[in-house]
């Protein structure tokens, strides 16, 4: 701040000052957030193979223990069913590892 | 081309409109989880396994795992037709799937047949169900002004509610009117009466269809026609594309996976439990799951219209939240209040009646009831069924069930209550929160599949996995609410960390 500067001059400054801290802040917490997106990623990948192994794991255990057409069909239909939605939780945490939810689309031209 | 919302006194024929339907579709799918002891009984005798195997398919995977492919099938329709005809055509696949399984002959007439029929016309309820919720919450979500689009979509949100509600209702009434005396009625209605409530679905689609076809196409929808923006290939913009997947995915693992299992575990494995676990009487436990419905639907709109002034994410993750952290200690009350060893027996009360009825085998069987009362108001009856009088028997068969007095009665009603109160909140917010995710060219198709995986799988299979969960580890009688709670965890992760709350204020893209 120059020496003679008006009171306006020094609260225009510190506003300004206040107004660029704020973004400063803003930008940090979103960098700090996108770091915990990114990161979190990583566990979404790794969630679902672990996902399906417990899975596969118990239902193998279960046909096994009561052999019984229920119980097949059962454990058949988790299994086929859940594998597909794994892979889509590997798809989401790899976009969320490569950042794609940094930024969330706005309007439709962002998505077509 | 005028693609404006519509004016506040034409909304609410559009709300009424689409809600009746959706309501109805609703209803068919309940109606045929609710009666699946007797259906099973008609169509998939036990002694046949390939009978059984059929219904283990129409119980378990048909209903639920099919939705998403009705959402792909009607999505891709409603994005390349227009909303208006697609869920017409839902309506009149489920309304008439529906009524053709009341008219489809027994497995004792038509044989092998029977189940399979029962088995096809399952499939087209799901299918159908699959391709109504998305269009009835697009068309009245493209009406909608933008600061009342969670309050306008939150009326198709009840409809899945009452929906239930409307089942149990029909089926408690035809139970208890087909003869002056209980139990007649109760066994006409296993043998015939099990139909009524199947017939009764032709009447309410036919109003609905009505009332359907004066309906106008969506404005937006009609918009994007008049201008040759449709989509050619929705199924192919909305999962090739990396923008939209990446969406779809977020809106399934951040909002619907959570959604439909905290839905599934209020509104399903609660009554289950309260009536498998807990041994509540079966009217019983259907009256308190009608009352809970009843006092905690209009929290949908509550939510919903709220949801237009703080945005939506916070409402359905607070949700989530509440039903994580009380789901336990609320099941464990259930158990608590429906234990009849924790209040003193009135021994002076003690009813046994014994009672000897002549099989079609020529033996005996003598049916023990024992009717035990308590301090706090709870019954508890006891049947024993035995065969006497012959070398022969059967094995003898013990059937519990308890009656509970009003103060535990009203206890348990207000925990499934709440349960259903965090069901409003995940719920009633969710149509709009689906719809501004995606643009209308593809809107139909893009949010009806992450909403059917959640509630179809996710949501639909809590029941059984919960249950099955129960059958694995038998000394806990809690274990099966890891699993929705397990799954509602890691979606409010997801919702917590890469949903944004802001509302969008133009779907008209």
Redesign the interface.
């Known amino acids: 701040m120059k020496k003679g500067a008006t009171h306006e001059h020094k609260l225009d400054h510190w506003l300004l000052t206040k107004y660029q801290q704020r973004i400063f802040k803003s930008i940090f917490n979103n960098c700090k957030m996108n770091r915990i997106k990114r990161i979190l990623g990583i566990l979404w990948i790794l969630l679902a193979p672990v996902a399906i192994y417990y899975l596969v794991k118990t239902g193998l255990h279960e046909m096994q223990k009561k052999p019984v057409i229920d119980t097949k069909i059962q454990w058949m239909v988790f299994i086929v069913v859940f594998i597909p939605i794994a892979i889509g939780l590997i798809i989401f945490g790899y976009y969320a590892w490569k950042g794609e939810y940094d930024h969330l689309p706005e309007s439709s031209e962002e998505l077509t | 081309m005028n693609s404006s919302p519509a004016p506040e006194r034409g909304i609410w024929k559009i709300i009424s409109a689409s809600s009746v339907g959706t309501l109805i579709e609703w209803y068919d799918f309940y109606i045929f989880g609710s009666l699946a002891t007797v259906i099973a009984s008609q169509f998939f005798p036990k002694t046949n396994?390939t009978a059984?195997?059929l219904s283990?398919?129409a119980t378990?995977?048909a209903g639920f795992?099919v939705r998403p492919f009705g959402a792909l099938v009607f999505g891709r329709l409603g994005d390349l037709i227009g909303r208006k005809y697609t869920f017409l055509l839902t309506l009149v696949i489920m309304g008439g799937s529906t009524f053709a399984i009341g008219l489809v002959p027994g497995y004792e007439r038509i044989g092998f047949a029977a189940p399979l029929l029962v088995l096809l016309l399952r499939l087209m309820q799901g299918l159908a169900l699959g391709g109504e919720y998305g269009g009835a919450a697009t068309y009245v979500a493209e009406h909608s002004p933008p600061h009342k689009r969670g309050y306008y979509t939150s009326w198709i949100q009840t409809t899945a509610t009452l929906g239930l509600f409307l089942s149990l209702g029909v089926i408690l009434i035809a139970r208890h009117s087909l003869a002056p005396d209980r139990e007649t009625s109760i066994q006409k209605f296993n043998e015939w009466g099990w139909r009524i409530p199947f017939w009764v679905s032709i009447i309410l689609v036919a109003v609905s269809i009505y009332i359907r076809l004066k309906m106008k196409e969506s404005p937006l929808f009609a918009r994007i026609k008049s201008e040759g923006k449709i989509s050619t290939n929705p199924l192919k913009?909305s999962f090739g594309?990396?923008?939209?997947?990446?969406?779809v995915?977020?809106a399934?693992?951040g909002a619907t996976m959570g959604q439909g299992v905290v839905w599934y575990t209020g509104q399903f494995y609660a009554q289950s439990f309260i009536e498998n676990v807990c041994h509540v009487d079966f009217e019983q436990s259907r009256t308190i799951l009608i009352w809970s419905i009843l006092f905690a639907t209009p929290f949908f709109i509550l939510f919903g219209w709220w949801s237009d002034k703080i945005g939506r994410k916070w409402i359905m993750l607070a949700g989530m939240f509440l039903a994580v952290i009380s789901y336990r200690p609320l099941f464990n009350q259930l158990l608590n209040i429906s234990d009849v060893t924790k209040s003193a027996e009135l021994g002076d009360k003690k009813e046994i009646n014994k009672k000897l009825t002549p099989t079609t085998g020529g033996q005996m069987l003598m049916v023990t009831t024992t009717k035990r009362y308590f301090e706090n108001g709870n019954s508890q009856i006891e049947m024993k069924t035995d065969t006497v009088g012959t070398s022969a028997t059967l094995n003898p068969q013990l059937k519990s069930s308890k009656m509970l007095g009003q103060s535990a009665y009203w206890k348990i009603v207000g925990i499934i209550f709440l349960m259903i109160l965090y069901v409003t909140m995940v719920y009633g917010p969710i149509a709009a929160f689906l719809v501004e995710l995606?643009?209308?060219?593809?809107r139909y198709t893009s949010m009806s599949l992450p909403y059917h995986?959640g509630n179809g799988?996710f949501g639909g299979?809590t029941p059984?996995?919960a249950t099955?969960l129960t059958t694995?580890y038998t000394d806990n009688k809690l274990v099966g609410l890891w699993y929705p709670i397990i799954v509602a965890v890691?979606c409010f992760?997801?919702g917590l960390?890469?949903?944004?709350n802001?509302i969008?204020p133009?779907v008209n893209?």
Not at chain 2, 438 to 442: D, K, L, M, S, V
Not at chain 2, 497 to 500: P, R
């Open positions: 396994p059984a195997l283990t398919l378990f995977a795992i913009e594309h990396k923008m939209n997947l990446k969406m995915l977020l399934l693992f995606f643009p209308t060219r593809i995986i799988i299979l059984f996995i099955l694995i890691i992760i997801i960390v890469y949903i944004n802001k969008d133009n893209d």
